[in-house]
């Protein structure tokens, strides 16, 4: 028995069920699949109405994603390589902030359980979370914040 064919708003539809998309993202993924004829600006925008796809969300989905294991510069870039429009960046940047020093400490302390003996590995440890996109003062902090193998 042949399967038929999904719609491109039906593909649309399971690729915003598995998780959210940026408009762009979904764009991309959906061109693939379009015929002639087809207009995926048309099914976007009708995503976009009906509320199934938000910028809101997949902006918040990114972060809850992201936030774990990269800094606020890192998270903020692929916003900006998603297209996200200025407003929306700039809410997840002021949400972001306050728990950038927070993220940092944790990373650090999961990958590098004990202080730096040295310079040299101090350095690779500052490295290491610029790598991932924390700012400079988080980095300061999380270096400077006492480890739990470290005698109090």
């Known amino acids: 028995m042949m399967k038929q064919k999904l719609s491109l708003k039906g593909r649309a539809l ?3 069920s598995m ?3 940026s408009r762009i993202e979904l764009a991309r993924k ?3 699949y379009a015929e002639e004829g087809d207009d995926i600006e048309a099914v976007l925008t009708w995503l976009e109405a009906s509320n199934f796809m938000s910028a809101e969300r997949f902006s918040d989905s990114l972060v809850n994603r992201r936030s774990a294991r ?3 510069q890192r998270i903020l870039a692929e916003l900006q390589s998603h297209q996200m429009d200025d407003v929306e960046i700039q809410r997840v940047k002021a949400n972001l902030s306050e728990t950038e020093s927070a993220r ?4 650090l302390h999961r990958k590098f359980p004990r202080p730096p003996e040295d310079y040299e590995q101090r350095l690779k440890q500052s490295r290491f979370l ?3 996109g ?3 003062k ?3 902090q999380a270096m400077r914040e006492p480890r739990e193998d470290e005698d109090q």
């Open 104 to 107: 940092a400490i944790e990373v």
């Open 19 to 21: 998780r959210e998309h």
């Open 30 to 32: 959906l061109s693939v």
């Open 14 to 16: 399971r690729y915003l």
């Open 138 to 140: 988080a980095i300061q």
């Open 134 to 136: 924390f700012s400079g």
């Open 70 to 72: 990269f800094g606020n």
């Open 130 to 132: 610029q790598q991932r």
